[in-house]
């Protein structure tokens, strides 16, 4: 059973498609009810999987421990956890940053993956196999002008990505980040507010796909169970750095 928060669009329905088309039973979260339903509608008659899904806002602590407690016989049999909910919001030097938007991103970047794993780890450690897939950002890796607290909060992930494998090691577990450059899904849009200025964001470049960081994590998940993929850093071919991006002339 794979477990996917955040999965009504962008890397998490992706994440959802390419591990229904490998026939794997999923459980998708979202915020979003209605797009999820019809996303495991939809894999479910494809794939002939089962697709369970829940309405769920990470950044609520009790919502989070209610759900697993009230499904545990479900969420026992999960084997993989890709914790992909997160956003940007805003994009402003520090010391003008809106300080709402700054707790939007740690609260979701940050403490709903803490909520979120905290819940089903215990489940997974008692099966005594399975995989965490955090998704980051090479924002987490790399700073640049105005990423400040989404930075910060990717830092985070990635340090919590080290600290629990580390915490895990023995039981069985792997544990992977998957650090994804430009990906051209709704996370401009939500950052900027502004669908014209986030289709310039990539504007003359061909940034990654949803689907290509899906494959990636894919990938690390169907590595032999003696291989743990502790990280990917994954940028499209026309992104150098954070801040370093050949763009073509129209």
């Known amino acids: 059973m794979i477990f996917i928060t955040g999965a009504s669009s962008g890397i998490g329905e992706a994440t959802a498609r390419a591990f229904a088309s490998r026939k794997k039973n999923l459980i998708l979260t979202a915020r979003r009810l209605d797009r999820i339903q019809a996303l495991a509608r939809e894999l ?3 794939y002939g999987i089962e697709a369970h899904a829940f309405a769920l806002d990470v950044r609520d602590r009790q ?129 900027l507010g502004d669908r014209d200025r986030a289709k310039a964001v990539y504007a003359g470049m061909k940034p990654l796909s949803a689907a290509d960081v899906a494959d990636t994590i ?10 743990n993929i502790q990280q990917i850093v994954l940028y499209p071919t026309d992104q150098a750095s954070p801040t370093v991006v050949h763009r073509r002339t129209p």
């Open 44 to 46: 479910s008659a494809a």
């Open 63 to 191: 919502a989070v421990s209610a759900l697993v407690e009230s499904r545990k016989e479900l969420f026992s049999r999960v084997t993989v956890l890709v914790n992909n909910a997160g956003l940007a919001k805003g994009l402003d030097p520090f010391h003008s940053g809106a300080i709402d938007d700054w707790e939007l991103m740690i609260d979701t970047n940050l403490k709903g993956l803490v909520y979120v794993s905290r819940a089903v780890l215990p489940l997974m450690v008692a099966a005594g196999h399975g995989h965490i897939v955090h998704v980051g950002s090479i924002a987490g890796h790399w700073n640049y002008p105005k990423g400040n607290v989404y930075s910060a909060t990717k830092a985070g992930v990635h340090a919590l990505t080290e600290s629990m494998r580390l915490d895990l090691s023995g039981t069985g577990l792997r544990v992977t980040e998957i650090a994804p450059g430009m990906v051209e899904t709704e996370f401009s849009e939500v950052r």
């Open 218 to 227: 894919l990938w690390a998940v169907e590595r032999p169970a003696h291989i």
